[in-house]
């Protein structure tokens, strides 16, 4: 009788090869949002030339944006540097994140997502 | 009778190693693919920032580009490719400096592709080249990919 021998043989594979099946889709999962964050932190850095730094209308942007993109808005941290400007200085909007990586039999860890972009204010004081 | 003993220990040993490459080959074309992204962003953003600021109209109201729009897009395609350093298989610095920059007038020729700007418009093309990770055994230790941002003045 080779049954027992085929499932212990299986049970072995299948613990090797579904994490790596599982670890495909996560950092597959974690790679695409990081992405999607770093075009917000694009999107942000312009509006928040425009609008001359940091504000209510530039953060629910932001969140609006992430929401649409199914990041949660509560995992994200947003920093805008300096908070106002003036025509022609440097703005710099900043999000962070961490992405969970849950891989089975194997770990559970984050992975720190760090977008940035800068833009010049357009708004003349 | 044949015998089926080891079977799949043997198709695991085997598909190991593939599904080990794959992995590594999905992080790694990831990362390459975000940084690739990043590189066209930081110059879509530099070229919007510099062709924004511009000079007074000319006194026919037509659009005038800053003087210093070439030296403010690169400035800004630098700043913007420093925040995806670890991406980078050089220096931000340098690969701004090696862009090609141009700010054109209404009517100005791009002698890069012959095209023919209506508005006035600020052009960066650059090579920006990417850490390849793992895959850098087969496909070398940095990947070349192209920005290319145009941005015309409104």
């Given at each position: 009788?080779?049954?027992?021998?085929?499932?212990?043989?299986?049970?072995?594979?299948?613990?090797?090869?579904?994490?790596?099946?599982?670890?495909?889709?996560?950092?597959?999962?974690?790679?695409?949002?990081?992405?999607?964050?770093?075009?917000?932190?694009?999107?942000?850095?312009?509006?928040?030339?425009?609008?001359?730094?940091?504000?209510?209308?530039?953060?629910?942007?932001?969140?609006?944006?992430?929401?649409?993109?199914?990041?949660?808005?509560?995992?994200?941290?947003?920093?805008?540097?300096?908070?106002?400007?003036?025509?022609?200085?440097?703005?710099?909007?900043?999000?962070?994140?961490?992405a969970q990586i849950a891989i089975p039999f194997l770990l559970t860890t984050s992975m720190p997502l760090s977008s940035s972009a800068i833009a010049r204010g357009e708004l003349a004081r | 009778m044949r015998s089926d003993d080891g079977s799949a220990s043997l198709l695991t040993i085997l598909l190991l190693p593939l599904m080990v490459l794959s992995l590594a080959?999905?992080?790694?074309?990831?990362?390459?693919?975000l940084g690739a992204a990043r590189a066209r962003a930081a110059a879509d953003l530099a070229a919007l920032v510099a062709v924004n600021d511009q000079a007074e109209p000319s006194a026919g109201g037509a659009l005038r580009l800053a003087p210093d729009a070439e030296l403010v897009a690169r400035q800004y395609f630098e700043l913007n490719l420093a925040g995806s350093a670890s991406f980078l298989a050089g220096n931000a610095a340098a690969i701004a400096q090696s862009a090609?920059?141009?700010?054109?007038?209404?009517?100005?020729?791009?002698?890069?592709?012959?095209?023919?700007?209506?508005?006035?418009?600020?052009?960066?093309?650059?090579?920006?080249?990417?850490?390849?990770?793992?895959?850098?055994?087969?496909?070398?230790?940095?990947?070349?990919?192209?920005?290319?941002?145009?941005?015309?003045?409104?």
């Open positions: 009788m080779d049954e027992g021998a085929v499932t212990l043989e299986s049970t072995l594979a299948l613990t090797l090869l579904v994490p790596i099946l599982f670890a495909v889709l996560q950092f597959g999962g974690a790679l695409q949002r990081w992405s999607a964050q770093d075009a917000i932190a694009v999107q942000a850095a312009r509006q928040a030339a425009e609008l001359g730094g940091d504000s209510a209308e530039l953060r629910l942007a932001i969140e609006q944006a992430l929401r649409s993109s199914r990041i949660d808005p509560g995992g994200v941290t947003i920093s805008v540097e300096p908070a106002t400007v003036g025509w022609r200085e440097p703005i710099r909007v900043r999000l962070r994140s961490e | 080959a999905v992080i790694d074309l990831g990362a390459l693919r090609d920059v141009a700010a054109f007038p209404a009517g100005g020729v791009d002698p890069l592709d012959g095209a023919r700007y209506e508005r006035p418009t600020v052009r960066i093309a650059a090579s920006v080249p990417l850490r390849s990770g793992s895959l850098g055994t087969w496909i070398g230790s940095a990947v070349i990919v192209r920005a290319f941002a145009v941005a015309a003045a409104r």
